[in-house]
Protein backbone atom coordinates (compact mmCIF):
# COMPACT_ATOMS: atom_id res chain seq x y z
CA UNK A 1 0.00 0.00 0.00
CA UNK A 2 2.87 2.02 -0.42
CA UNK A 3 2.02 5.64 -1.85
CA UNK A 4 1.86 5.46 -5.40
CA UNK A 5 5.30 6.11 -5.89
CA UNK A 6 8.17 6.94 -3.36
CA UNK A 7 12.08 7.34 -4.05
CA UNK A 8 14.62 6.51 -1.68
CA UNK A 9 16.20 9.86 -2.54
CA UNK A 10 13.22 11.65 -0.74
CA UNK A 11 13.11 13.03 2.63
CA UNK A 12 9.94 12.49 4.02
CA UNK A 13 8.66 14.78 6.48
CA UNK A 14 5.49 16.51 5.39
CA UNK A 15 4.60 13.56 3.71
CA UNK A 16 5.86 10.64 5.74
CA UNK A 17 2.11 9.21 5.77
CA UNK A 18 0.83 9.67 2.38
CA UNK A 19 -1.35 6.47 1.79
CA UNK A 20 -1.81 5.15 5.20
CA UNK A 21 -5.45 6.16 5.88
CA UNK A 22 -5.18 5.73 9.83
CA UNK A 23 -2.96 8.67 9.77
CA UNK A 24 -6.46 10.68 9.74
CA UNK A 25 -7.68 9.43 12.74
CA UNK A 26 -7.01 11.80 15.81
CA UNK A 27 -6.00 8.92 18.34
CA UNK A 28 -3.16 7.61 15.60
CA UNK A 29 -2.53 11.17 14.87
CA UNK A 30 -1.31 11.97 18.57
CA UNK A 31 0.30 8.73 19.15
CA UNK A 32 3.11 9.09 16.63
CA UNK A 33 3.39 12.48 18.54
CA UNK A 34 1.37 14.87 17.13
CA UNK A 35 -0.57 18.01 18.68
CA UNK A 36 2.69 17.77 20.92
CA UNK A 37 4.46 20.87 18.75
CA UNK A 38 0.96 22.79 19.39
CA UNK A 39 1.34 22.81 23.32
CA UNK A 40 4.96 23.50 23.02
CA UNK A 41 3.81 26.26 20.75
CA UNK A 42 1.19 27.67 22.79
CA UNK A 43 3.36 27.70 25.94
CA UNK A 44 5.53 30.04 24.70
CA UNK A 45 4.58 33.61 23.61
CA UNK A 46 3.31 34.38 19.77
CA UNK A 47 6.64 36.42 19.30
CA UNK A 48 8.36 33.41 20.82
CA UNK A 49 7.22 31.39 17.83
CA UNK A 50 7.80 33.37 15.18
CA UNK A 51 11.24 33.84 16.07
CA UNK A 52 11.53 29.86 15.75
CA UNK A 53 9.71 30.17 12.02
CA UNK A 54 12.41 33.10 11.01
CA UNK A 55 15.37 31.13 12.39
CA UNK A 56 13.93 27.81 10.00
CA UNK A 57 14.19 30.31 6.88
CA UNK A 58 10.98 28.94 6.31
CA UNK A 59 9.08 30.33 2.98
CA UNK A 60 5.74 30.41 2.01
CA UNK A 61 5.08 27.36 -0.66
CA UNK A 62 1.96 29.04 -2.50
CA UNK A 63 4.49 30.68 -5.11
CA UNK A 64 5.92 33.53 -4.08
CA UNK A 65 8.28 32.49 -1.50
CA UNK A 66 8.18 34.73 0.91
CA UNK A 67 9.55 34.17 4.13
CA UNK A 68 7.12 33.02 6.45
CA UNK A 69 8.35 34.26 9.71
CA UNK A 70 8.70 37.89 8.57
CA UNK A 71 5.16 37.59 6.52
CA UNK A 72 3.68 36.81 10.31
CA UNK A 73 5.70 39.30 12.35
CA UNK A 74 3.64 42.08 10.20
CA UNK A 75 0.90 41.11 12.27
CA UNK A 76 -0.20 44.07 14.72
CA UNK A 77 0.86 43.00 18.23
CA UNK A 78 -1.77 44.20 20.01
CA UNK A 79 -4.61 43.43 19.73
CA UNK A 80 -7.65 45.64 18.64
CA UNK A 81 -9.70 43.52 16.37
CA UNK A 82 -9.87 40.47 16.01
CA UNK A 83 -7.17 38.81 14.08
CA UNK A 84 -7.70 36.03 11.27
CA UNK A 85 -5.49 33.35 9.80
CA UNK A 86 -6.67 31.90 6.44
CA UNK A 87 -5.35 28.73 5.39
CA UNK A 88 -4.79 28.90 1.15
CA UNK A 89 -6.09 25.38 0.20
CA UNK A 90 -7.63 27.01 -2.93
CA UNK A 91 -4.83 25.01 -5.06
CA UNK A 92 -5.47 25.36 -8.81
CA UNK A 93 -2.25 25.86 -10.17
CA UNK A 94 -2.41 23.73 -13.60
CA UNK A 95 0.54 20.98 -12.71
CA UNK A 96 0.09 21.46 -8.59
CA UNK A 97 -1.31 18.56 -6.80
CA UNK A 98 0.36 18.62 -3.45
CA UNK A 99 -2.30 20.54 -1.12
CA UNK A 100 -5.27 18.08 -1.67
CA UNK A 101 -2.99 14.98 -0.99
CA UNK A 102 -1.58 16.89 2.34
CA UNK A 103 -5.58 17.85 3.35
CA UNK A 104 -6.96 14.16 2.26
CA UNK A 105 -3.64 12.19 3.82
CA UNK A 106 -2.89 14.14 6.95
CA UNK A 107 -5.04 16.47 8.19
CA UNK A 108 -4.58 17.11 11.05
CA UNK A 109 -0.81 18.30 10.43
CA UNK A 110 -2.33 20.72 8.74
CA UNK A 111 -4.90 21.97 11.91
CA UNK A 112 -1.40 21.61 13.63
CA UNK A 113 0.29 23.90 11.80
CA UNK A 114 -3.10 26.46 11.62
CA UNK A 115 -3.54 26.52 15.47
CA UNK A 116 0.47 27.16 15.90
CA UNK A 117 0.11 29.70 13.15
CA UNK A 118 -3.08 31.54 14.52
CA UNK A 119 -1.08 31.42 18.02
CA UNK A 120 1.70 33.25 16.61
CA UNK A 121 0.14 35.97 14.71
CA UNK A 122 -3.05 36.21 17.92
CA UNK A 123 -5.83 35.23 15.72
CA UNK A 124 -8.79 33.46 17.04
CA UNK A 125 -10.49 31.85 13.80
CA UNK A 126 -8.65 30.23 11.21
CA UNK A 127 -10.40 29.42 8.09
CA UNK A 128 -9.14 26.87 5.54
CA UNK A 129 -10.61 27.85 1.92
CA UNK A 130 -10.29 24.35 0.52
CA UNK A 131 -11.25 24.38 -3.33
CA UNK A 132 -14.59 23.57 -3.72
CA UNK A 133 -13.93 20.58 -6.05
CA UNK A 134 -12.08 18.67 -3.33
CA UNK A 135 -15.32 17.33 -1.60
CA UNK A 136 -12.89 14.55 -0.57
CA UNK A 137 -10.69 16.35 1.12
CA UNK A 138 -13.20 19.15 2.35
CA UNK A 139 -14.75 15.80 3.95
CA UNK A 140 -11.82 14.49 5.33
CA UNK A 141 -10.54 18.38 6.80
CA UNK A 142 -14.19 18.51 8.32
CA UNK A 143 -14.22 14.78 9.76
CA UNK A 144 -10.91 15.95 11.70
CA UNK A 145 -11.65 19.32 12.97
CA UNK A 146 -14.61 17.76 14.67
CA UNK A 147 -12.25 15.29 16.34
CA UNK A 148 -9.61 17.92 17.27
CA UNK A 149 -12.96 19.89 18.38
CA UNK A 150 -14.01 16.91 20.54
CA UNK A 151 -10.33 15.70 22.14
CA UNK A 152 -10.04 19.65 23.36
CA UNK A 153 -6.96 20.55 20.70
CA UNK A 154 -9.60 23.22 19.10
CA UNK A 155 -11.70 25.43 21.06
CA UNK A 156 -11.57 26.93 24.39
CA UNK A 157 -8.80 26.61 26.73
CA UNK A 158 -6.28 24.07 24.55
CA UNK A 159 -3.74 22.59 26.81
CA UNK A 160 -4.62 24.66 29.80
CA UNK A 161 -3.20 27.62 28.18
CA UNK A 162 -6.29 30.13 28.22
CA UNK A 163 -5.88 30.35 24.20
CA UNK A 164 -9.13 29.98 22.45
CA UNK A 165 -9.15 29.06 18.77
CA UNK A 166 -11.74 28.22 16.14
CA UNK A 167 -11.58 26.53 13.06
CA UNK A 168 -14.12 26.15 10.05
CA UNK A 169 -13.65 24.59 6.95
CA UNK A 170 -15.27 26.84 3.84
CA UNK A 171 -15.52 25.09 1.29
CA UNK A 172 -15.16 27.19 -2.29
CA UNK A 173 -17.09 27.31 -5.25
CA UNK A 174 -14.65 26.96 -7.94
CA UNK A 175 -12.37 29.86 -9.30
CA UNK A 176 -8.78 29.91 -9.74
CA UNK A 177 -8.67 33.79 -8.84
CA UNK A 178 -9.07 32.44 -5.24
CA UNK A 179 -6.17 31.55 -4.85
CA UNK A 180 -5.34 35.26 -4.80
CA UNK A 181 -5.18 36.14 -1.40
CA UNK A 182 -7.26 39.03 -1.51
CA UNK A 183 -9.35 37.66 -4.19
CA UNK A 184 -9.57 34.43 -1.29
CA UNK A 185 -10.63 36.99 1.28
CA UNK A 186 -13.33 38.65 -0.89
CA UNK A 187 -14.76 35.49 -1.30
CA UNK A 188 -14.33 34.25 2.36
CA UNK A 189 -16.80 37.45 2.80
CA UNK A 190 -18.99 36.12 0.29
CA UNK A 191 -18.42 37.80 -2.91
CA UNK A 192 -16.97 37.82 -6.16
CA UNK A 193 -13.64 36.56 -5.53
CA UNK A 194 -11.80 39.42 -7.36
CA UNK A 195 -8.39 40.50 -6.34
CA UNK A 196 -8.14 43.82 -4.12
CA UNK A 197 -5.51 46.75 -4.31
CA UNK A 198 -2.43 46.91 -2.11
CA UNK A 199 -2.30 48.65 -0.09
CA UNK A 200 -3.94 48.68 2.49
CA UNK A 201 -1.97 44.96 2.86
CA UNK A 202 -4.27 41.96 4.94
CA UNK A 203 -1.76 42.41 7.97
CA UNK A 204 -3.78 45.57 8.28
CA UNK A 205 -6.96 45.45 6.43
CA UNK A 206 -7.77 42.13 5.93
CA UNK A 207 -10.73 39.41 5.55
CA UNK A 208 -13.95 41.41 7.00
CA UNK A 209 -11.74 44.53 7.57
CA UNK A 210 -9.55 42.68 9.87
CA UNK A 211 -5.88 41.84 10.30
CA UNK A 212 -5.55 38.82 8.61
CA UNK A 213 -2.68 36.61 7.12
CA UNK A 214 -2.67 34.01 4.54
CA UNK A 215 -0.81 30.83 4.31
CA UNK A 216 -0.28 28.05 1.83
CA UNK A 217 -1.49 24.11 3.23
CA UNK A 218 2.47 23.25 2.16
CA UNK A 219 3.39 26.22 4.35
CA UNK A 220 1.24 25.56 7.87
CA UNK A 221 2.01 21.69 7.50
CA UNK A 222 5.59 22.24 8.00
CA UNK A 223 5.05 24.05 11.07
CA UNK A 224 4.65 21.99 13.01
CA UNK A 225 7.69 20.06 12.27
CA UNK A 226 9.72 23.15 12.79
CA UNK A 227 8.28 24.40 16.26
CA UNK A 228 8.77 20.61 17.30
CA UNK A 229 12.73 20.41 16.30
CA UNK A 230 13.84 24.07 16.15
CA UNK A 231 14.83 26.34 13.13
CA UNK A 232 18.38 24.48 13.11
CA UNK A 233 16.80 21.20 12.46
CA UNK A 234 14.82 22.51 9.69
CA UNK A 235 18.03 24.02 8.04
CA UNK A 236 20.62 20.86 7.90
CA UNK A 237 17.62 20.13 4.79
CA UNK A 238 18.05 22.37 1.28
CA UNK A 239 19.74 25.08 0.76
CA UNK A 240 21.06 28.42 2.42
CA UNK A 241 18.68 30.86 1.19
CA UNK A 242 16.05 27.60 0.57
CA UNK A 243 16.10 26.05 3.42
CA UNK A 244 13.64 22.63 3.89
CA UNK A 245 12.23 20.26 2.02
CA UNK A 246 9.96 20.93 -0.60
CA UNK A 247 7.05 18.91 -1.94
CA UNK A 248 7.91 18.51 -5.94
CA UNK A 249 4.62 17.54 -7.94
CA UNK A 250 5.48 15.87 -11.46
CA UNK A 251 3.38 15.31 -14.08
CA UNK A 252 3.53 14.94 -17.85
CA UNK A 253 5.62 12.76 -19.83
CA UNK A 254 7.88 10.79 -16.82
CA UNK A 255 7.18 7.19 -16.11
CA UNK A 256 6.02 7.77 -12.65
CA UNK A 257 4.83 11.25 -11.73
CA UNK A 258 3.18 12.46 -8.68
CA UNK A 259 4.47 13.77 -4.87
CA UNK A 260 7.92 13.81 -3.76
CA UNK A 261 9.41 15.00 -0.94
CA UNK A 262 12.79 16.62 -1.86
CA UNK A 263 15.21 19.16 -0.11
CA UNK A 264 15.45 22.14 -1.89
CA UNK A 265 18.03 23.08 -4.38
CA UNK A 266 17.64 19.63 -6.02
CA UNK A 267 18.52 18.71 -9.27
CA UNK A 268 15.89 18.79 -11.94
CA UNK A 269 17.90 16.72 -14.13
CA UNK A 270 17.86 13.93 -11.20
CA UNK A 271 14.58 14.46 -9.95
CA UNK A 272 13.36 13.71 -13.90
CA UNK A 273 15.33 10.64 -14.42
CA UNK A 274 16.26 9.17 -11.28
CA UNK A 275 13.37 10.19 -8.73
CA UNK A 276 10.82 9.70 -11.37
CA UNK A 277 11.90 6.81 -13.28
CA UNK A 278 12.99 8.60 -16.19
CA UNK A 279 11.06 10.02 -19.59
CA UNK A 280 8.28 7.79 -20.83
CA UNK A 281 9.10 5.35 -23.52
CA UNK A 282 12.75 6.45 -23.80
CA UNK A 283 11.84 9.88 -25.21
CA UNK A 284 13.81 12.93 -25.37
CA UNK A 285 13.47 15.55 -23.28
CA UNK A 286 11.96 18.39 -24.81
CA UNK A 287 10.52 20.99 -22.24
CA UNK A 288 10.18 21.38 -18.82
CA UNK A 289 7.97 23.81 -16.92
CA UNK A 290 9.29 23.73 -12.98
CA UNK A 291 6.47 25.93 -11.14
CA UNK A 292 3.41 25.67 -12.56
CA UNK A 293 1.82 27.17 -15.67
CA UNK A 294 2.43 30.43 -14.37
CA UNK A 295 6.20 30.27 -14.68
CA UNK A 296 8.30 30.41 -17.98
CA UNK A 297 9.74 27.39 -19.61
CA UNK A 298 12.77 25.85 -20.34
CA UNK A 299 13.92 23.93 -22.79
CA UNK A 300 15.42 20.12 -22.07
CA UNK A 301 19.95 22.22 -22.11
CA UNK A 302 18.79 24.45 -19.10
CA UNK A 303 16.41 22.04 -17.46
CA UNK A 304 20.27 19.97 -17.05
CA UNK A 305 21.49 23.39 -15.56
CA UNK A 306 18.53 23.60 -13.34
CA UNK A 307 18.67 23.26 -9.60
CA UNK A 308 14.88 23.29 -8.19
CA UNK A 309 15.66 25.93 -5.23
CA UNK A 310 14.06 29.61 -5.08
CA UNK A 311 17.47 31.03 -6.53
CA UNK A 312 18.29 28.18 -8.96
CA UNK A 313 15.12 28.68 -10.91
CA UNK A 314 15.94 32.16 -11.42
CA UNK A 315 19.42 31.82 -12.61
CA UNK A 316 17.96 29.99 -16.09
CA UNK A 317 15.31 32.62 -16.25
CA UNK A 318 12.05 30.87 -14.90
CA UNK A 319 11.05 30.24 -11.27
CA UNK A 320 10.38 28.08 -8.63
CA UNK A 321 6.49 28.65 -7.67
CA UNK A 322 5.21 26.04 -6.07
CA UNK A 323 7.15 23.49 -7.65
CA UNK A 324 4.44 21.85 -9.87
CA UNK A 325 6.78 20.19 -12.81
CA UNK A 326 5.52 20.01 -16.09
CA UNK A 327 7.58 17.45 -18.43
CA UNK A 328 7.37 17.28 -21.87
CA UNK A 329 8.84 15.26 -24.56
CA UNK A 330 9.54 15.29 -27.79
CA UNK A 331 6.08 14.15 -28.48
CA UNK A 332 4.96 17.66 -27.18
CA UNK A 333 3.18 20.32 -29.14
CA UNK A 334 4.19 23.34 -27.60
CA UNK A 335 2.05 25.82 -29.42
CA UNK A 336 -1.02 23.50 -28.53
CA UNK A 337 -0.24 23.50 -24.71
CA UNK A 338 0.42 26.94 -24.78
CA UNK A 339 -2.61 27.98 -25.97
CA UNK A 340 -4.29 25.04 -23.64
CA UNK A 341 -2.64 27.08 -21.08
CA UNK A 342 -3.77 30.33 -22.35
CA UNK A 343 -7.36 29.24 -22.60
CA UNK A 344 -7.23 28.60 -18.85
CA UNK A 345 -6.16 32.07 -17.58
CA UNK A 346 -8.90 33.55 -20.44
CA UNK A 347 -11.65 31.72 -18.47
CA UNK A 348 -9.95 32.28 -15.00
CA UNK A 349 -10.11 35.91 -15.34
CA UNK A 350 -11.93 37.92 -13.03
CA UNK A 351 -12.67 40.77 -15.52
CA UNK A 352 -11.58 43.71 -13.45
CA UNK A 353 -8.56 45.30 -15.02
CA UNK A 354 -8.58 45.56 -18.80
CA UNK A 355 -5.40 44.25 -19.65
CA UNK A 356 -6.16 40.63 -18.35
CA UNK A 357 -9.75 40.69 -19.63
CA UNK A 358 -8.65 41.34 -22.89
CA UNK A 359 -5.56 40.08 -22.99
CA UNK A 360 -5.81 36.87 -21.92
CA UNK A 361 -8.69 36.21 -24.64
CA UNK A 362 -6.92 37.69 -27.39
CA UNK A 363 -3.86 35.75 -26.48
CA UNK A 364 -6.03 32.61 -27.30
CA UNK A 365 -7.32 33.92 -29.74
CA UNK A 366 -4.29 34.45 -31.95
CA UNK A 367 -2.33 31.73 -30.53
CA UNK A 368 -5.29 29.27 -31.79
CA UNK A 369 -5.34 30.64 -34.95
CA UNK A 370 -1.50 29.90 -35.47
CA UNK A 371 -2.64 26.62 -33.93
CA UNK A 372 -4.94 26.32 -36.92
CA UNK A 373 -2.18 27.35 -39.39
CA UNK A 374 -3.57 30.69 -40.26
CA UNK A 375 -0.93 32.83 -38.47
CA UNK A 376 1.64 35.18 -39.76
CA UNK A 377 4.78 35.77 -38.40
CA UNK A 378 3.63 39.01 -37.75
CA UNK A 379 1.13 37.78 -35.27
CA UNK A 380 4.53 36.24 -33.18
CA UNK A 381 5.57 40.14 -32.63
CA UNK A 382 1.79 40.86 -31.43
CA UNK A 383 2.14 38.15 -29.01
CA UNK A 384 5.09 39.54 -27.43
CA UNK A 385 4.04 42.69 -27.69
CA UNK A 386 0.70 42.48 -26.29
CA UNK A 387 1.56 40.01 -23.40
CA UNK A 388 4.76 42.94 -22.20
CA UNK A 389 1.84 45.00 -21.60
CA UNK A 390 0.11 42.80 -19.88
CA UNK A 391 3.25 42.53 -17.28
CA UNK A 392 2.66 44.80 -14.19
CA UNK A 393 -0.80 46.20 -15.06
CA UNK A 394 -3.06 44.90 -13.02
CA UNK A 395 -4.13 44.30 -9.70
CA UNK A 396 -2.75 40.91 -9.42
CA UNK A 397 -0.44 38.63 -10.96
CA UNK A 398 -2.87 36.49 -13.44
CA UNK A 399 -2.18 38.74 -16.27
CA UNK A 400 1.87 38.36 -15.85
CA UNK A 401 1.06 34.71 -15.58
CA UNK A 402 -0.03 34.68 -19.11
CA UNK A 403 3.12 37.01 -20.51
CA UNK A 404 5.66 33.81 -18.81
CA UNK A 405 4.72 30.60 -20.95
CA UNK A 406 3.33 32.77 -24.01
CA UNK A 407 7.24 35.11 -24.22
CA UNK A 408 9.09 32.23 -23.12
CA UNK A 409 7.78 29.68 -25.82
CA UNK A 410 7.90 31.82 -28.69
CA UNK A 411 11.71 32.74 -27.36
CA UNK A 412 12.80 29.42 -27.05
CA UNK A 413 10.79 26.96 -29.50
CA UNK A 414 10.11 29.85 -32.16
CA UNK A 415 10.69 26.83 -34.62
CA UNK A 416 7.22 24.98 -33.62
CA UNK A 417 5.61 28.31 -34.31
CA UNK A 418 6.77 29.24 -37.66
CA UNK A 419 6.97 25.33 -39.10
CA UNK A 420 2.70 25.90 -38.06
CA UNK A 421 2.59 29.81 -39.85
CA UNK A 422 4.90 28.91 -42.60
CA UNK A 423 4.22 25.22 -43.58
CA UNK A 424 1.09 24.71 -41.13
CA UNK A 425 3.19 21.61 -39.94
CA UNK A 426 2.96 20.47 -35.90
CA UNK A 427 5.75 19.44 -34.08
CA UNK A 428 4.71 17.21 -31.46
CA UNK A 429 1.45 15.07 -31.03
CA UNK A 430 0.30 15.61 -27.62
CA UNK B 1 -19.14 20.30 24.06
CA UNK B 2 -22.77 21.50 22.49
CA UNK B 3 -23.26 24.41 24.52
CA UNK B 4 -20.18 25.97 22.31
CA UNK B 5 -22.14 27.39 18.93
CA UNK B 6 -19.07 26.56 16.57
CA UNK B 7 -18.88 22.89 18.29
CA UNK B 8 -20.92 20.61 16.12
CA UNK B 9 -20.39 16.97 17.20
CA UNK B 10 -21.64 14.14 15.15
CA UNK B 11 -19.87 14.53 11.79
CA UNK B 12 -19.38 11.34 9.43
CA UNK B 13 -17.71 9.65 12.35
CA UNK B 14 -21.00 8.02 13.55
CA UNK B 15 -21.77 6.78 10.72
CA UNK B 16 -18.28 6.65 8.17
CA UNK B 17 -15.93 3.85 8.12
CA UNK B 18 -12.53 5.83 7.94
CA UNK B 19 -9.87 2.83 7.76
CA UNK B 20 -9.63 2.77 4.06
CA UNK B 21 -7.08 0.85 1.41
CA UNK B 22 -5.68 2.95 -0.83
CA UNK B 23 -7.95 1.16 -3.59
CA UNK B 24 -10.89 2.23 -2.02
CA UNK B 25 -9.84 5.80 -1.37
CA UNK B 26 -9.07 6.03 -5.22
CA UNK B 27 -10.84 3.23 -6.63
CA UNK B 28 -14.92 2.70 -5.98
CA UNK B 29 -15.88 3.88 -2.45
CA UNK B 30 -16.14 7.86 -1.43
CA UNK B 31 -14.33 8.02 2.12
CA UNK B 32 -17.04 7.48 4.71
CA UNK B 33 -20.98 8.02 4.44
CA UNK B 34 -22.03 11.37 3.77
CA UNK B 35 -25.24 11.79 6.37
CA UNK B 36 -28.08 13.93 4.63
CA UNK B 37 -27.69 15.67 7.97
CA UNK B 38 -24.49 16.80 7.64
CA UNK B 39 -22.88 17.08 11.00
CA UNK B 40 -20.24 20.06 10.99
CA UNK B 41 -21.11 23.01 9.35
CA UNK B 42 -17.93 22.94 7.58
CA UNK B 43 -18.92 19.76 5.51
CA UNK B 44 -21.63 22.07 4.04
CA UNK B 45 -21.93 20.94 0.14
CA UNK B 46 -19.66 17.83 0.72
CA UNK B 47 -23.24 15.53 0.00
CA UNK B 48 -24.12 14.74 -3.31
CA UNK B 49 -25.96 16.65 -5.54
CA UNK B 50 -28.95 15.51 -6.66
CA UNK B 51 -31.09 14.15 -3.58
CA UNK B 52 -34.50 12.88 -5.28
CA UNK B 53 -36.35 15.69 -3.71
CA UNK B 54 -36.21 18.84 -6.46
CA UNK B 55 -39.69 20.36 -6.06
CA UNK B 56 -39.43 24.02 -6.75
CA UNK B 57 -42.12 24.96 -5.02
CA UNK B 58 -41.00 23.71 -1.99
CA UNK B 59 -39.33 26.13 0.79
CA UNK B 60 -35.50 26.48 0.11
CA UNK B 61 -34.30 24.76 3.38
CA UNK B 62 -36.58 22.72 5.34
CA UNK B 63 -35.77 20.22 8.42
CA UNK B 64 -32.30 18.91 8.09
CA UNK B 65 -31.50 21.42 5.51
CA UNK B 66 -32.49 24.17 7.93
CA UNK B 67 -30.46 22.78 10.66
CA UNK B 68 -27.30 22.38 8.41
CA UNK B 69 -27.82 26.24 7.15
CA UNK B 70 -27.88 27.47 10.59
CA UNK B 71 -25.06 25.84 11.70
CA UNK B 72 -23.38 27.68 8.93
CA UNK B 73 -24.59 30.62 10.01
CA UNK B 74 -22.46 30.65 13.08
CA UNK B 75 -19.22 30.07 11.65
CA UNK B 76 -18.96 33.79 10.30
CA UNK B 77 -18.68 37.37 11.86
CA UNK B 78 -21.25 38.12 9.38
CA UNK B 79 -24.46 37.11 7.58
CA UNK B 80 -23.09 37.37 4.04
CA UNK B 81 -20.21 35.17 4.33
CA UNK B 82 -22.35 32.50 4.43
CA UNK B 83 -23.46 32.78 0.74
CA UNK B 84 -21.24 30.42 -0.74
CA UNK B 85 -22.33 27.74 1.66
CA UNK B 86 -25.80 28.45 1.36
CA UNK B 87 -25.41 28.72 -2.57
CA UNK B 88 -23.73 25.03 -1.55
CA UNK B 89 -26.33 23.80 0.10
CA UNK B 90 -29.04 24.92 -3.00
CA UNK B 91 -27.17 23.47 -5.26
CA UNK B 92 -26.65 19.94 -3.53
CA UNK B 93 -31.02 19.83 -2.81
CA UNK B 94 -31.90 21.61 -6.65
CA UNK B 95 -29.27 20.25 -8.54
CA UNK B 96 -28.88 23.60 -9.72
CA UNK B 97 -29.21 27.22 -9.02
CA UNK B 98 -31.63 28.80 -10.42
CA UNK B 99 -32.68 32.67 -10.34
CA UNK B 100 -35.74 31.97 -8.05
CA UNK B 101 -33.15 29.94 -5.35
CA UNK B 102 -30.86 32.88 -5.79
CA UNK B 103 -33.49 35.62 -4.67
CA UNK B 104 -34.45 33.30 -1.86
CA UNK B 105 -31.19 33.07 -0.85
CA UNK B 106 -30.45 36.73 -0.85
CA UNK B 107 -33.82 36.85 1.37
CA UNK B 108 -32.60 34.42 4.26
CA UNK B 109 -29.33 36.37 4.08
CA UNK B 110 -30.35 39.83 3.92
CA UNK B 111 -28.51 40.57 1.12
CA UNK B 112 -29.41 42.50 -2.32
CA UNK B 113 -30.43 39.83 -5.45
CA UNK B 114 -28.22 41.83 -7.75
CA UNK B 115 -25.07 40.60 -5.43
CA UNK B 116 -26.41 37.24 -5.24
CA UNK B 117 -26.83 36.86 -8.74
CA UNK B 118 -23.29 38.57 -9.44
CA UNK B 119 -21.75 36.13 -6.87
CA UNK B 120 -23.44 33.03 -8.35
CA UNK B 121 -22.37 33.74 -11.76
CA UNK B 122 -18.71 33.91 -11.02
CA UNK B 123 -18.20 30.65 -9.24
CA UNK B 124 -18.16 27.84 -11.74
CA UNK B 125 -19.47 25.23 -9.47
CA UNK B 126 -22.44 26.49 -9.57
CA UNK B 127 -25.04 25.13 -12.02
CA UNK B 128 -26.67 28.05 -13.51
CA UNK B 129 -29.15 25.46 -15.05
CA UNK B 130 -30.30 22.04 -14.67
CA UNK B 131 -27.50 19.25 -15.79
CA UNK B 132 -27.42 15.57 -16.06
CA UNK B 133 -27.55 13.14 -12.76
CA UNK B 134 -24.16 12.86 -13.35
CA UNK B 135 -21.97 16.32 -14.28
CA UNK B 136 -18.59 14.85 -15.83
CA UNK B 137 -16.00 16.94 -15.95
CA UNK B 138 -12.66 16.07 -18.25
CA UNK B 139 -9.96 17.50 -17.18
CA UNK B 140 -8.22 18.96 -20.41
CA UNK B 141 -6.03 21.40 -18.83
CA UNK B 142 -1.74 20.89 -19.51
CA UNK B 143 -1.14 17.52 -17.56
CA UNK B 144 -3.62 15.63 -18.12
CA UNK B 145 -3.79 17.03 -22.17
CA UNK B 146 0.00 15.95 -22.26
CA UNK B 147 -1.18 12.07 -21.42
CA UNK B 148 -4.13 12.26 -23.75
CA UNK B 149 -7.02 14.01 -21.91
CA UNK B 150 -8.76 14.80 -25.35
CA UNK B 151 -9.21 11.23 -25.86
CA UNK B 152 -11.07 10.50 -22.87
CA UNK B 153 -13.24 13.66 -23.36
CA UNK B 154 -13.95 12.37 -26.90
CA UNK B 155 -14.69 8.51 -25.31
CA UNK B 156 -17.31 10.42 -22.88
CA UNK B 157 -19.30 12.21 -25.35
CA UNK B 158 -18.62 8.96 -27.75
CA UNK B 159 -20.24 6.37 -24.68
CA UNK B 160 -22.60 8.94 -23.56
CA UNK B 161 -24.09 9.84 -27.08
CA UNK B 162 -24.00 13.67 -26.25
CA UNK B 163 -22.94 17.03 -27.29
CA UNK B 164 -20.10 19.07 -25.12
CA UNK B 165 -22.50 21.11 -22.63
CA UNK B 166 -25.52 19.51 -23.73
CA UNK B 167 -27.28 16.91 -20.84
CA UNK B 168 -28.13 13.05 -23.04
CA UNK B 169 -31.88 12.88 -24.33
CA UNK B 170 -32.08 10.10 -20.95
CA UNK B 171 -31.11 12.63 -18.40
CA UNK B 172 -28.16 10.78 -17.33
CA UNK B 173 -24.98 12.49 -17.96
CA UNK B 174 -23.57 15.99 -18.97
CA UNK B 175 -20.07 16.01 -19.77
CA UNK B 176 -18.30 19.36 -19.89
CA UNK B 177 -14.23 20.36 -19.69
CA UNK B 178 -12.62 21.29 -16.62
CA UNK B 179 -9.73 23.23 -16.05
CA UNK B 180 -7.01 21.82 -13.62
CA UNK B 181 -8.40 19.58 -10.76
CA UNK B 182 -5.74 18.94 -9.00
CA UNK B 183 -4.50 15.71 -9.82
CA UNK B 184 -2.34 15.96 -12.36
CA UNK B 185 0.08 13.32 -11.59
CA UNK B 186 -2.77 10.45 -11.81
CA UNK B 187 -3.95 11.75 -15.61
CA UNK B 188 -6.60 11.90 -16.93
CA UNK B 189 -8.64 13.36 -13.92
CA UNK B 190 -12.46 13.40 -14.48
CA UNK B 191 -14.71 14.62 -11.70
CA UNK B 192 -18.09 12.76 -11.89
CA UNK B 193 -20.45 14.62 -9.47
CA UNK B 194 -18.17 15.15 -6.11
CA UNK B 195 -16.12 12.36 -6.65
CA UNK B 196 -12.37 12.09 -8.74
CA UNK B 197 -11.71 9.24 -10.59
CA UNK B 198 -8.17 9.25 -11.58
CA UNK B 199 -5.94 7.63 -14.21
CA UNK B 200 -8.90 7.06 -16.69
CA UNK B 201 -8.00 6.42 -19.84
CA UNK B 202 -10.13 5.63 -22.89
CA UNK B 203 -10.94 2.36 -22.79
CA UNK B 204 -12.20 2.84 -18.74
CA UNK B 205 -14.52 5.29 -20.37
CA UNK B 206 -17.27 2.76 -21.18
CA UNK B 207 -16.80 0.75 -17.87
CA UNK B 208 -17.21 4.03 -15.80
CA UNK B 209 -20.51 5.27 -18.30
CA UNK B 210 -21.93 1.83 -17.81
CA UNK B 211 -21.80 1.95 -14.16
CA UNK B 212 -23.45 5.35 -13.62
CA UNK B 213 -26.13 4.27 -15.50
CA UNK B 214 -27.42 2.33 -12.95
CA UNK B 215 -27.14 4.74 -10.39
CA UNK B 216 -28.97 7.70 -9.24
CA UNK B 217 -27.22 10.94 -8.75
CA UNK B 218 -27.03 10.47 -5.26
CA UNK B 219 -25.42 7.22 -5.03
CA UNK B 220 -22.27 8.76 -6.24
Not at chain 1, 91 to 103: C, I, Q, V
Not at chain 1, 122 to 138: D, K, S
Request: negative net charge; charged residues 25%.
Amino acid sequence: MAYPYVSDREVRILSKYFGDPKQRHVDTYVERGGYKALEKALGMGPDDVVDVVKSSGLRGRGGAGFPTGVKWSFMPKEQRKPHYLLCNADESEPGTFKDRELMRWDPHQLIEGCLIGAHAIRAQHVYIYCRGEFFEANQVLARAVEDAYGKGYIGENIFDSGHTIDVTVHQGAGAYICGEETGMMNSLEGKRGEPRIKPPFPAAVGAFGKPSTINNVETLCAIPHIVANGGEWYRQYGTEKSPGTKLFCVSGHVNKPGNYELPLGFPLIELIEDVCGGMRDGNALKAVIPGGSSVPLINAEEARACSLDYEGCLEVGTMLGCASVIVMDETADIVKQVRRMVDFYAHESCGQCTPCREGTTWTAQILRRIENGKGTEDDLDTLMEMTQNMVGTTICVLSDSVAAPVQSSIEKFRDEYLALIRRGERMGVA
Amino acid sequence: MSDVPFKNPGWAGNTGEFDLTEEQVRGDDFVGERPAHGGHASGAATMPFMLPDRDPEAPLFEGEYQERFEKILTRYPDKGAALLPTLGLVQELRGHVSPESMDRAAALLGLAPADVRGVATFYTMYNKRPVGRHLVQVCTNISCNLCGAEDVLAAFLRYTDTELGETSEDGNFTVIEAECLAACGFPTCVQINSRYYENVTPVDVAKIVEHLKGQSGADQ
